[in-house]
């Protein structure tokens, strides 16, 4: 027995290295298959030659590729998630913008607007009668604490004082002619506007405008941007009238 | 239809065309003949349906190898991070099975005949298809050494390995399937 144990470790031996004869390996087989007990380190082999003398191998059928598409499946969804993230981004920062431009414009047709009824009033303080009504909301809030809110409003006062002065200097100059600027600003309709006309459709405008700015909660962006274009308006008024 | 006989006295060319096709596409030599030997093995299991006509044979040869190359490159490049990682596993655990008798820890519980069988069924399902269809012509058609040699047109020290790296790739599934399965129970 242990003669014959010995020789089945040597020819499993051989066999793992591709050396056993056909003969050797009918052999092996056959022990595997009658043998009384096995010893506990052959269990494998055991399996092994009574599986593919049962005809294991014929009956497999084709070999199954396992990994394949779960591999396929974890990159899709990195590119997934990695398109998501992108298309976020771009919505994002488009809706971002069109939120600047808005009220951006907004801002200027308020700003453009109202200097056209402040120039026949023909007093010393044309420009604080228009700025006050688009300022209102501003003004309307409660002294805060915090210092953003504090910094918001010096800033707001600050720019605000800036383009009094600018108002001042510049209306003061060019009140003889408000006339063609004013129509310039109404974006010019084909036909020319009879006066009368033309101050009904700023009126209304105006009031478009204040209830606009009244309603929506303007942010020190919006303020900004209304003095900019505010101070760009001023630049062309005094451009044309000197 | 082609019988053995014409099929082994085709073998040398079909082998010459297979490799050199293949070495178009791999830069490494062994790799090459790699996919020749799965070429050839593949064209054996397959040489009862291939026609007559010795042209189409090295046609339908030239795209299996083209075919497998690509594979192979794919699937080298599709994690250039784990590349060096795929590779290494490749090579290093078929040269280390080669050499390795396994000690087989089995279950306590005597195995009945019929449960290594289907034991044995499972390892064989996940056996990559070359190493079946080797296993399968020397242990189902018990073919020499020589003649498997000359069949897929290679030396017999060649076949020697191929063998050896089946058995021991069958044996590691064998004793993974036996680990499953005691850890179910």
Redesign the interface.
Known sequence: MKYEEAHIEDM??R?????TT?EE?RRLADYF?AAP??P?????????F???D???????????P?EKPG?RRVWLKVAGVAAVLCLCYVLGSVAWHADEHAIDANAAMATATAERPSAPASDHQPAASSASPTTAPQAAIPPQTSSHARHKRALARHTEEASHKQDQAQLAQNEPQPKPQSERQREAPSAPLSDSDASDLTDHIVSAAFTYSEHSQLDERAIRGRDRVRARVMEQYAHLGL | MMDEQTYIALVPTVRHVVLREAARYLPDEDDAADVAQEVMLKLWQLRGTLSGDKKMLYAYATVLSRNLCLNRLKAKR?HPLLRLHHSDADEGDCAEE??????????DV??E?RE??S???K???????KW?II??M???Q?M??DDIARALGTTAGA??????KA??R??TL??QQ?EIRRSTH
């Open positions: 499993l031996r066999f793992m290295k591709g050396e056909l390996e298959a007990s096995i506990h380190r052959w269990r494998a082999f055991a399996v092994l009574t599986g593919i049962g005809g294991a191998l014929e009956s497999a059928g084709p070999a199954q396992v591999r | 599709r080669a050499a390795y008798v396994p000690a087989t820890p089995g279950p005597a195995l005949a290594a069988y034991l044995c069924q390892a064989v399902r996940q056996l990559p298809e079946r296993l399968h020397r242990s189902e018990h020499e050494t076949v020697r390995g191929m063998l050896s058995r021991a069958l044996l064998i004793n036996n």
